[in-house]
């Protein structure tokens, strides 16, 4: 039989390995794949969030798919071609994904190598170590973000005795058993108000999590940090906890604010998505899709010459980018089909008129292809 064409990939020196917990759709895991990490395992329940990260942040022929046998959903999953053994048949990639988060992000992006449908309650640490053929000590990182539904501020019935509010400790058994250098726990700030007592300097979840790590071999410290605070268009506050081996060496690990008060000027959101293309459902940008778009004089933006994103006239360097913004696009963008060429107008374009004729040619495009 012909062996099959697998990536020319090489195993990661795990120095640089990390697995996520509770992953999602995949947002914290792109975020250190995008640091460089390589990711051994990602675990999550959901079904629907675990199919965008295997399309996304997995790889043909090469990342194992692991669901628990008695999923209830294991019938839909046998559908959609996965197998619930481990076995490298990503039969869903048919063609090649366009948009796949790993192809544009670093030179050599490393897919995550295990998927797990499973329930962090459901498996033992060292069956899942087994599955993932790693030892106690070879990932570096675990990452995760326990659901918050328990903890939000917005959950007006919240309740210590929420079983959700478990599996924070149950994670930490995982970091005792499995021994990684550092730990990441991402929550909402509820966490350190619930059940928080009058006088009080901080609610009974922290001091437990900070009891659990250190019972597990682990210093701990915590800090809500803000996302907008980082370059992010939002609002956004969140905990963090980090914590080190004790037999590691410490270091600080909450990053410094790049944005806000005598620091960078905040992003706002026209800045992050205004260079994005109007499409319609199913389209993707890149291809077929004509990609028009000017900035406002309104607006008070102008187009990075260099990456072509938005940004305030005020700013002296692109916020995207960084590169030099004295001598910026301060009229339209036009993106030619199968060309890649860039036209730069010179001179205002209103956006509403770009947009329109960006539908009358995909409009006459599809007649075409008729």
Request: proline share 8%; aromatic share 12%; charged share 20%.
């Amino acid at each position: 039989m012909k062996a099959p064409n697998l990536p020319q990939l090489v195993f990661p020196e795990m120095e640089l390995t990390f697995a996520d917990f509770f992953c999602g759709a995949g947002g914290f895991s792109l975020g250190f794949i995008q640091a460089g990490l390589k990711c051994i395992s990602a675990m999550d329940i959901s079904p629907d969030a675990l199919w965008t990260y295997w399309y996304n942040l997995c790889l043909k022929g090469w990342s194992h798919f692991w669901v628990h046998p008695d999923n209830p959903d294991l019938k839909k999953i046998r559908a959609k071609k996965m197998w619930n053994n481990g076995e490298t048949k990503n039969t869903i990639f048919q063609t090649e994904i366009p948009d796949n988060w790993l192809s544009p992000l670093i030179s050599d992006p490393m897919p995550c190598l295990n998927v797990f449908m499973y329930s962090i309650m459901d498996l033992e640490p060292e069956e899942w170590m087994a599955m993932c053929g790693v030892r106690p000590g070879d990932i570096s990182i675990f990452i995760g973000g326990p659901p918050c539904q328990g903890f939000s501020q917005i959950n007006h019935s919240r309740n210590v005795l929420d079983e959700r509010n478990q599996l924070p400790l149950r994670f930490i058994y995982y970091c005792k058993v499995c021994k990684p250098k550092i730990v990441v726990i991402e929550n909402v700030p509820g966490i350190l108000t619930l059940g928080k007592k009058k006088g009080d300097k901080e609610g009974p979840f922290p001091v437990l999590i900070r009891e659990k790590f250190d019972d597990a071999g682990y210093d701990l410290e915590y800090k809500v940090l803000d996302a907008a605070d980082y370059g992010v268009p939002q609002r956004r506050k969140r905990v963090f906890f980090f914590a080190v081996r004790k037999d590691c060496e410490k270091t600080n690990l909450f990053p410094q604010a790049t944005h806000g008060k005598y620091l960078k000027q905040y992003v706002t959101f026209r800045e992050a998505a205004g260079h994005l293309p109007p499409i319609q459902s199913g389209e993707h940008w890149g291809k077929d899709i004509l990609h028009p778009y000017g900035c406002n004089p309104i607006d008070g933006c102008v187009i990075c010459p260099c990456c072509l994103h938005y940004n305030l006239e005020s700013r002296d360097e692109c916020h995207n980018c960084g590169s030099d913004l004295s001598e910026p696009i301060r009229g339209g963008v036009l993106y030619m089909p199968g060309t890649g060429i860039m036209v730069d107008t010179k001179k205002y374009i209103d956006n509403d008129v770009l947009r329109k004729y960006h539908s009358i040619i995909n409009k006459s495009q599809q007649i075409n292809n008729q």
